[in-house]
């Protein structure tokens, strides 16, 4: 079946360093991919939908200049988290809907298995 | 949008159907209900999701009332590995209608050996 994949799945960096996540489609394609946040305790929480050729979507209060995100392919998502500080640290997951089998917008979204970044 | 409540937690008895409800009063005619689980430090896992009918398949059932304003998750003989954190979810149409999910808070489901 369809799987998305995710590397790293742990990182650990020095604050004021940047991390790169990359997220993959394995075997369809998707135009467009999600990129969520997950704090201790709490539900994924919506940064932005990024989209295959053009700019990533925002949700209201996350800042595109902290965490950019680059769509290049139908099969490759990045979201890089710039200048990261120890606030930052989280549970990052992408996730992406099989658009030719399913079509429109009713089919399911897969996730990937998430990567937790620790910001020292 | 849309928006769903979920008791914040429930237990089950493994082997025993575990019923967990979700109201989403609130829903539009062309909004689908989705389930989702989350294993602890994984990502969410899809379950199922329904329009109006009620759906079946080999992890679970959805029951969604015939006025749409609330439903019902049914896995019918729960697991240990069924301990998770379930969503409902009501799909959102956004201006660019990319089908994105905003996840609520969800059920901690304990099954209980």
């Known amino acids: 079946g369809a799987v998305v994949s995710q590397h790293p799945s742990r990182v650990i960096c020095k604050s004021g360093t940047s991390v790169k996540i990359e997220c993959r489609s394995l075997?369809?394609?998707?135009?467009?991919m999600f990129w969520y946040r997950q704090f201790p305790k709490q539900s994924l929480m919506l940064m932005a939908t990024?989209?295959?050729?053009?700019?990533?979507?925002?949700e209201q209060g996350v800042e595109k200049d902290k965490f950019l995100i680059n769509h290049a392919s139908l099969t490759l998502s990045t979201l890089t988290v710039t200048s990261a500080h120890p606030e930052d640290s989280s549970f990052y997951i992408c996730?992406?809907?099989?658009?030719?089998?399913?079509?429109?917008?009713?089919?399911?979204?897969?996730f990937g298995e998430g990567s937790r970044l620790t910001v020292l | 949008d849309a928006k769903t409540t979920q008791p914040p937690s429930m237990d089950c008895a493994e082997g025993r159907a575990a019923n967990l409800p979700c109201n989403h009063s609130?829903?539009?005619?062309?909004?689908?209900v989705y389930w989702y689980r989350q294993i602890h430090s994984q990502g969410p896992q899809y379950i199922i999701h329904?329009?109006?009918n009620n759906e079946t398949n080999e992890m679970a059932s959805l029951i969604i009332t015939e006025d749409r304003k609330s439903s019902t998750l049914i896995l019918p003989h729960a697991t240990l590995r069924d301990t998770a954190v379930y969503y409902c979810?009501?799909?959102?149409?956004?201006?660019?209608?990319?089908?994105?999910?905003?996840f609520g808070q969800g059920t901690t489901l304990q099954v209980k050996p």
């Open positions: 075997d369809f394609q998707a135009t467009t």
């Open positions: 996730s992406a809907r099989d658009e030719i089998r399913w079509g429109g917008n009713t089919g399911e979204l897969f």
């Open positions: 329904g329009l109006k």
């Open positions: 990024s989209n295959e050729g053009s700019k990533a979507t925002y």
């Open positions: 979810i009501v799909r959102v149409f956004g201006s660019s209608n990319t089908g994105k999910l905003i």
């Open positions: 609130t829903i539009s005619g062309n909004e689908y």
